[in-house]
């Protein structure tokens, strides 16, 4: 495993090539796509038809971890959760991104966005929302509020987005999920449920001139990695896990 699945319950890598025509749907298209994908990935078994659409090519979930590939009418998806390592994630989704062009007719020119994201899921019990305040703070506007007498924090969903070049094209999101209703709160009935925290690195637009599909996903798992390790890790990842195990 790597280590940054020692940080969390569950940790995946997931690439989305979001495109602005609609994708090939016929059957050859489909089942010769896929088919090329699994000879690379025997264990890739698992095949089905989604029941609003959309195709997906598994592995067993069971497992102790699992690739995954899809097929949306404006998407090529591809993930692999608990990965043994990022290169062998990386190499999963460089494979899709290669064969997209000249199975799916994706070119440069119709890329809407390209996305690496880097999940993190922790499994928790409780306001979520105050976990995550106690663990990571406020900032300094809103500390008087968060802290005004009687009250309970309903969400609190931290966000920020910076981009990465003069023309905004390349972003990196940081965000953290949580996943507590106000019915939960109002009752002190709370479930067993997720805190995620999301790193996407995301290219806007058509490719530049020259530049293929996975030249930019490279690009893309530069800036995860290093903002990952200069401002999630220790800033974010290890303040929750260390609150989680504190409650």
């Not at 899809?70 to 959760?81: D, F, W």
């Amino acid at each position: 495993m790597t280590p940054y699945s020692t940080l969390c319950d569950d940790f995946y890598v997931n690439i989305s090539l979001n495109t602005q025509m609609e994708l090939p749907a016929n059957r050859e298209t489909v089942l010769h796509f896929f088919e090329l994908i699994q000879r690379r990935f025997p264990s890739m078994r698992s095949f089905y038809c989604r029941e609003h659409g959309g195709y997906v090519l598994e592995e067993d979930k069971e497992k102790e971890g699992f690739r995954w590939c899809s097929i949306e009418p404006r998407r090529v998806l591809s993930g692999q959760v608990k990965p043994e390592s990022i290169e062998g994630a990386l190499d999963q989704h460089r494979m899709v991104l290669e064969l997209a062009p000249f199975e799916l007719s994706v070119t440069p020119l119709d890329c809407e966005a390209l996305d690496l994201l880097f999940g993190f899921d922790f499994t928790c019990r409780g306001n979520h929302n105050e976990l995550v305040l106690e663990a990571l703070g406020a900032i300094p506007a809103f500390e008087r509020l968060v802290h005004l007498p009687g009250t309970r924090t309903v969400n609190y969903e931290p966000s920020v987005v910076i981009a990465l070049d003069p023309e905004c094209r390349l972003h990196c999101r940081v965000a953290i999920e949580t996943r507590t209703s106000p019915y939960q709160i109002r009752t002190e009935d709370y479930a067993e449920d997720l805190i995620s925290v999301y790193v996407t690195a995301r290219h806007f637009g058509s490719l530049p001139p020259g530049h293929s599909f996975p030249e930019v996903l490279d690009q893309l798992e530069r800036v995860c990695h290093d903002v990952l390790e200069n401002c999630v890790v220790d800033q974010v990842l290890r303040p929750l896990a260390r609150t989680i195990a504190s409650k």
